[in-house]
Structures are given as C-alpha cells and as structure tokens.
C-alpha cells in the first residue's frame, strides 16, 4: 500500500476554505485515493473518493494532479463543526485492508 | 440503514476478566473488520472477516479472539488482557473488495475499554 503524508495539524477559520494536501509519491496505477473524518471519541467517516482529475460531493472537493503523486481535499467555508482529524489513504484495496496514516488535525476556530 | 452499532459504550475490565464486545450491521456487508486505536493515534488494523471467514489477522495477540456467527454480526472476545490494550476500538464494515478501487467502510462509534 502506498505511503501518504499530510500536514500534521492545521488551523483555520470559520467561513474559509481549507485545502488539506496528501502525498503519495509511490501511488500504483490502480490505486484510488480515499479520504476519512474523524470526530473525537467517533469511527471514521468516508467523506471522498477518486481516481483522478477532480471529484465532488455534497461534503467536499478531491482534486489530484495529472501525476497522481499528490491530492488535495478541499472543504469549502468550514464551520466549528468541521474540526476534525482528516485521513488520506491509497491503495487498490485488494486484500479489504486500509492502513490509516498520521492523519492531519484540523481546528477550526471561530 | 447504514449504521454500525457497537455495544457496549464502554467497557471497564480487571486483567482476569473475560468480556466480549459487538458489533451489528444490516447493510448486507459481507466484510466486517476489527480496528484498535490508542488516543490521538490513528486506528490499527486488527482483523478482517469476509464471507464470515478471516480473511486477515494482524498478528494481534491471542487474547484478542475475533468471532463472526453470521453476515450481520462480529463479536471481539477478550482475555486475559494487559492495561495497555485500553483503547478504542472500532468495528466496521464494507463491500466485499472489488477490483480496482476501494472500498468504502462504515465505522461504528467504537468501544471504549478500560484494562485495569
């Protein structure tokens, strides 16, 4: 599985964007990358998945360069409720197996 | 319905104890998972069941049995287990793996488990 690497925390303000960056240099040609939100005390949640170029749902922006070798996850006018340990993770999922990385703490403040 | 439940909450155990802990899910999932995360510490992954049969097993110590009676339900039995196995632990769920992309897994709030 490939290696990710994030910010370790960040800290941002309410009504701003925040764009969190992952790196995944040694990402294989059919890996897909996943981000996860952790609340305290709570199970992950998926937010977004995506192969390439730029994905969108209801909750956030994926945008990943044509080389793949990084994303960007991008919530749009955060709140104090968005605070959060965010996850970048790679891989095919052959084996059903997701390792999570260190993960970036994200506080929002008012 | 697209929960996880968890029971219990929390769970306070002396290092002779022997508890269990569940997990249900009515999503039709046939892959359910066990995960261990320590405080600010990102969760680790401890077994794997698909089709009801472990797939994956971490090399998590023997005091740490996983069992899964039916597609619905994955219990963790403990044993004979030290303070520093206090954590959080979380079960989840998913698809079975399908070729090329990832699956997404559905977490449960998590047990909180205090070894004394």
């Known amino acids: 599985l490939a290696k990710t690497t994030q910010p370790i925390s960040m800290d941002s303000y309410e009504g701003q964007e925040v764009n969190i960056t992952c790196s995944h240099n040694n990402i294989a040609t059919n890996d897909y990358i996943t981000w996860y939100q952790q609340f305290p005390s709570q199970g992950p949640r998926f937010i977004i998945q995506g192969y390439k170029t730029k994905v969108t749902n209801e909750v956030a922006s994926l945008f990943i360069p044509a080389d793949r070798k990084s994303s960007t996850l991008s919530l749009p006018r955060v709140s104090l409720s968005d605070t959060a340990v965010y996850y970048c993770l790679v891989g095919m999922n052959r084996d059903d197996k997701i390792i999570f990385g260190k993960g970036t703490r994200l506080h929002i403040l008012p | 319905d697209t929960e996880v439940t968890q029971t219990p909450k929390h769970l306070v155990m002396g290092m002779t104890n022997k508890k269990s802990l569940k997990c249900e899910q009515h999503?039709?999932?046939?892959?359910m998972y066990w995960y261990k995360q320590k405080a600010k510490k990102p969760p680790e992954l401890m077994f794997v069941?698909?089709?009801?049969?472990?797939?994956i097993n971490e090399s998590v110590p023997s005091r740490f049995s996983p069992e899964c009676p039916n597609s619905s339900l994955l219990n963790l039995h403990l044993h004979a287990l030290q303070p520093e196995d206090s954590a959080l632990y979380l079960c989840?769920?998913?698809?079975?793996?399908?070729?090329?992309?990832?699956?997404?897994?559905?977490f449960g709030p998590g047990t909180r488990l205090t070894v004394l």
């Open positions: 069941y698909s089709y009801e049969k472990l797939s």
């Open positions: 989840a769920s998913s698809q079975v793996k399908r070729e090329g992309r990832g699956n997404e897994q559905f």
């Open positions: 999503m039709g999932h046939r892959a």
